[in-house]
């Protein structure tokens, strides 16, 4: 069964540093893993798609790898605005979807 | 991008009533849905996963019964809460897959409040 986690839990900085966060999962038979973030009481927006055969993900301030091999990918935003206060969730693509708990982001002025 | 529509996005009613939520592929053709409810400062739960034409798929502990899921056509999904019960208020979202293996889209979500 695949689990898929995310650490931290919550994470705040100040805003301009750069946000790296985790998700794990540990089967790594999926086809893709995508990340996304929640505003409160909203839905969820995709923010990069990352194929299984592919190892990085770029948009704008956003980059995604992805290492199937450990079972690892890190979001990294670049240069934090309070703008980017949201949870980020990821989520591994198999048989099933399996999200992780997200991450909690507050971006400070 | 693709877009997917959820309505309502809020709903309130009476304990015992059936509330119905729609999830529409607005720019694509959708041959599966998904169905997520979402407690308070936790994650996503899949509840089911809705293929066209056939029935869905349930996830372990989620009562098919009390979820009737139907998905009639390529644009379309609904969720009905059969026999409304405070415990069953909650945040529902959908998403809809652009291909066999492609993105996620998802809904803006339902906010569901049973009295």
């Known amino acids: 069964k695949q689990e898929v986690t995310q650490i931290p839990a919550a994470l705040s900085v100040p805003e301009g540093e750069n946000l790296v966060l985790n998700c794990s999962f540990t089967?790594?038979?999926?086809?893709?893993l995508q990340w996304f973030r929640q505003d409160p009481g909203k839905g969820l927006t995709s923010l990069l798609l990352?194929?299984?055969?592919?190892r990085e993900q770029t948009s704008g301030r956003l980059n995604a790898s992805l290492d199937k091999s450990s079972g690892r990918s890190t979001l990294y935003i670049a240069a934090s605005q309070p703008g980017d206060s949201a949870t980020y969730l990821c989520e591994a693509a198999g048989n099933k979807l399996t999200f992780g708990g997200g991450t909690r982001v507050l971006v400070k002025p | 991008g693709a877009v997917v529509s959820q309505h309502p996005s809020r709903v309130i009613c009476k304990s015992g009533t059936s509330v119905k939520i729609e999830c529409r592929s607005l720019?694509?053709?959708?041959?599966?849905m998904f169905w997520y409810r979402q407690f308070p400062k936790q994650s996503l739960m899949l509840m089911a996963t809705?293929?066209?034409?056939?029935?869905?798929?349930?996830e372990q502990g989620v009562e098919k019964d009390k979820f009737l899921i139907n998905h009639a056509s390529l644009t379309l999904s609904t969720l009905t809460v059969t026999s409304a019960h405070p415990e069953d208020s909650s945040f529902y979202i959908c998403s809809a897959r652009q291909g066999a293996d492609g993105e996620l889209f998802f809904g803006e979500g339902s906010r569901l409040t049973v009295l």
């Open positions: 720019d694509f053709q959708a041959t599966t």
């Open positions: 809705s293929n066209e034409g056939s029935k869905a798929t349930y």
């Open positions: 990352i194929q299984s055969s592919q």
């Open positions: 089967d790594s038979a999926i086809y893709n």
